[in-house]
């Protein structure tokens, strides 16, 4: 049973920085892709970055380029975002989702209907 459960989310003020966690268990990450999402409130869920398991390739959506980092700790079964330059534009629920890797989905890891897998979420609050 995959299980996927995010920490770390908290207030931070505007222009700094905030690393996120995603323990995960229930597969073999070499098997599977992860990503990384947020919805604020009144909009729809968003597609920020995703690792494949298979090579550690990584994805970005524009809107985070440059400001947010993906990072996978095999050994720890945990994969981090860490987010950087902070704006008031990025409060909302982050989660993170899991599903098992296979070359076509690489095209498509920042789609949520990709996933089959999702955690609780976890609040980033960012204050001016």
């Known amino acids: 049973q995959v299980q996927l459960v995010e920490s770390g989310g908290t207030l931070v003020q505007s222009g700094g920085s905030l690393r996120l966690s995603c323990a995960h268990s229930g597969f073999t990450m070499k098997y ?3 990503g990384w999402f947020r919805q604020a409130p009144g909009k729809e869920r ?14 970005y959506a524009d809107s ?19 987010m950087n330059s902070l704006k008031p534009a990025d409060p909302a629920v982050y989660y993170c989702a ?14 949520t209907a ?6 609780q979420g976890t609040q980033v609050t960012v204050s001016s």
């Open 98 to 111: 899991a599903r098992p890797w296979t070359i076509a989905a690489n095209s498509m890891l920042l789609f």
């Open 46 to 59: 968003e597609g920020l970055s995703a690792i494949s398991g298979s090579d550690g390739s990584t994805y």
């Open 32 to 34: 599977y892709a992860v």
């Open 64 to 82: 985070v380029k440059g400001r947010f980092a993906i990072s996978r700790d095999n050994a720890k079964n945990t994969v981090y975002l860490q």
């Open 114 to 119: 990709t996933y089959d897998n999702w955690g």
